[in-house]
């Protein structure tokens, strides 16, 4: 009786370090799957100055000086001045950003 239920526990212990095996190599495949993921994807670096301002702030950083960009080349029929007006933006931009949107 003895020797049957010692056959039947190793039977158990075999499956059981089957199962664990089995687990161990699905967790070793998704630990490694992850970190590859992780690798893969660009990591969201936000220690410049425009990262500290909110979304509608960096939009508006961009769309407002390409806006007047834009009209000051249909409304302006000079070439020369148009191209002044449009380096004047850019010159000035990073003080309006400041005056208008202030310092964090």
Known sequence: MSKERARR???????????KAARARRVGRRDRRRAFVRRLTPRRRGSGRLYRRGRAERVGIVVVPLIASALIWFLVPDVALRIVLIALIVLILPALVVVVLGRR
Do not use: G
Not at 9 to 19: D, F, G, H, P, S
């Open 9 to 19: 526990r190793a039977e158990r212990l075999a499956v059981l370090e089957k199962q």
